[in-house]
């Protein structure tokens, strides 16, 4: 008899990174995955286009949890999880990643005392004032199974004390790694984004400022854009505006000399990081992105996960300094890198998928 998983799935990047698990467990045919939608990140390139051109599974359930506070919202998934866990009754949760979903689909398990696996395990900015922070430090704690990406995720376990504790922690690299080698391969044929904006490789910068840390800051919001306004002097910058952001600079009635774009799916996104010179971000994903796309990347935050990433030189990270993200900016154009260090593993997916099997038995 087939074990049951249910994956919780709140975000677009969480859709593509949990695909390269669900390919894994289609191919091996021993584990029936329910996939639940809670709908936290509303996102208008999620259609069902995005589900058949990206090869994911569409999932069984939308919660539609969207637009409340913290509190309120993960709340709002507590409750409705649970009943899909109770009509369900999975053998194991998966999660994944930092989000409101992620604690609120750990948390429901816990409580029902089923398993729970969490993919990207013991990531620490160690900013208590991040949300992200505190799902994943409450996550980890009351998951079965820490799949971590990194040897430094492994360390910030150990040195929490996991050593001691019940939960199996595991280095199983980095799932995202997979994703993009998988989808590398076709978004030239899916994206005309290149040809659409007239750019030219590797003449162009590719920018995205969306955290919540620097669009609350208006301070830091307007020295980060008169940043790349400068770069944009040597390089053309584009930048898919994030609504969050969108809101505030025309709220302040705020312009700047960069061309900026509607929000993107995926396919475009890799194309752009494809093509462009550098990346300049305050997301976590796409400092790993630019990485796998062999692109140096400039981390407009005052800290980052991905600590491997500036250790190597292929990070700097500047918070909101202008001045700090044009020498950046420099320094990066004389650099050569060796972008085939091995930072988070090969076959993820397999790796993951075999620790489930593991832990299921």
Not at 3 to 19: D, E, W
Not at 320 to 340: D, I, P, R
């Amino acid at each position: 008899m087939k074990k049951k998983i249910v994956t919780i799935l709140g975000a677009r990047p969480q859709f593509v990174k949990a695909a390269v698990l669900s390919r894994v467990i289609a191919k091996h045919n021993k584990i029936e995955e329910i996939i639940v939608h809670t709908g936290q990140h509303y996102d208008a390139n999620m259609s069902e286009i995005f589900f058949d051109e990206m090869e994911i599974p569409k999932p069984k359930y939308n919660l539609a949890i969207n637009g409340l506070s913290h509190g309120a919202m993960t709340g709002q998934m507590l409750i409705k999880i649970e009943e899909v866990l109770q009509k369900e009754k999975p053998d194991m949760v998966v999660v994944y990643g930092d989000t409101n979903s992620t604690l609120a689909g750990a948390l429901a398990a816990t409580k029902m005392d089923i398993k729970v696996a969490h993919v990207e395990a013991g990531l620490r900015s160690f900013n208590m004032r991040m949300p992200e922070e505190i799902n994943r430090i409450l996550t980890d704690r009351i998951s079965s199974l820490l799949l971590c990406p990194t040897l430094t995720a492994m360390d910030n376990l150990k040195h929490e004390g996991f050593n001691n504790l019940p939960p199996k922690v595991v280095n199983s690299g980095d799932i995202m790694k997979d994703a993009v080698e998988f989808y590398s391969e076709f978004s030239e044929k899916k994206s005309s984004i290149i040809k659409k904006l007239n750019l030219i490789n590797n003449e162009f910068v590719l920018a995205t400022i969306h955290r919540q840390e620097n669009t609350d800051n208006l301070e830091s919001l307007i020295a980060i854009f008169n940043g790349l306004q400068e770069i944009n002097k040597a390089k053309q910058v584009v930048l898919p505006l994030h609504p969050r952001t969108k809101a505030v600079l025309e709220k302040n009635n705020l312009k700047f000399n960069i061309t900026t774009i509607n929000p993107i799916g995926y396919f475009d996104m890799l194309e752009l990081l494809k093509n462009c010179n550098l990346v300049v971000t305050d997301s976590g994903g796409l400092q790993k992105e630019a990485f796998f796309n062999k692109k140096h990347c400039i981390v407009a935050r005052e800290e980052t996960e991905w600590v491997e990433l500036v250790s190597n030189g292929f990070a700097k990270i500047i918070g909101s300094n202008s001045t700090k993200m044009l020498e950046a900016f420099n320094e990066f154009q004389n650099s050569k890198a060796n972008f085939s260090i091995n930072l988070y593993g090969n076959n993820v997916g397999e790796h993951i998928y075999k620790e489930l099997i593991n832990v299921l038995k």
